[in-house]
């Protein structure tokens, strides 16, 4: 995926994700799948910022971009803002 495929996923995520918290908040879908599913959604978004990262740090310090690679879930979430 390039630059621009990843930006655009996370788009569409993002949009998907605000959908969800709108519609958990005025409860009109059952909240147990439905957060299961923001849960998932959620973990998938930071996988997709991490590459985002990589590849712009690959490419600010004159590496190939392509090289970067989709993080497991765990091993993103792990990390510290």
């Known amino acids: 995926m390039d630059q621009e495929q ?8 993002v949009d998907d994700e605000r959908t969800l ?7 009109a879908i059952d909240e147990a799948t439905e957060r299961a599913r923001l849960g998932a959604l959620e973990r998938e978004l930071d996988r997709c910022w991490d590459l985002l990262r990589q590849r712009r740090a690959k490419a600010e310090f004159g590496e ?3 090289e970067a690679r989709v993080r497991p879930a765990a091993e993103v979430e792990g990390y510290r803002s």
């Open 64 to 66: 190939n971009p392509d």
């Open 6 to 13: 990843i930006l655009s996923r996370i788009s569409s995520m």
């Open 21 to 27: 918290r709108d519609s958990l908040a005025s409860g």
